[in-house]
Nanobody, 126 residues
Framework: QVQLVESGGGLVQAGGSLRLTCVAS????????TAWFRQAPGKEREFIAV????????SYADSVKGRFTISRDNSKDTVYLQMDSLSTEDTAVYYC???????????????????WGQGTQVTVSS
């Protein structure tokens, strides 16, 4: 089992930045990738970004490409999501998720993720 805890959410003005943190514990060596998803009120949970545990391959949703950066520190079992140039459309609950694989390519499908955190609220004001 793997446990995930997100932090770093909050209230920020449009154009500002936030960095989210996802700390994993448990059998993290059995995961192949960690991703961020988000869910706005009344909307489906959507993929944001993913990073492989080994090799660091990344993938981003078009809506955040060039604004958000995912990174990881395996020595700390931690994944980060740096969010810049935030807009009101980025307001959502952000979730960290881990994929236990096996999988060669990174997945953007929420159904492929086995472990989820509780989420952290990000609110962007105009």
């Amino acid at each position: 089992q793997v446990q995930l805890v997100e932090s770093g959410g909050g209230l920020v003005q449009a154009g500002g930045s936030l960095r989210l943190t996802c700390v994993a514990s448990g059998r993290t060596d059995r995961t192949v990738a960690t991703a961020w998803f988000r869910q706005a009120p009344g909307k489906e949970r959507e993929f944001i970004a993913v990073i492989k545990r080994v090799g660091g391959t990344t993938s981003y949703a078009d809506s955040v490409k060039g604004r958000f950066t995912i990174s990881r520190d395996n020595s700390k079992d931690t994944v980060y999501l740096q969010m810049d140039s935030l807009s009101t459309e980025d307001t959502a609950v952000y979730y960290c998720a881990a994929d236990k694989g096996p999988r060669y390519f990174v997945s953007t499908w929420r159904e492929d993720y086995d472990y989820w955190g509780q989420g952290t609220q990000v609110t962007v004001s105009s």
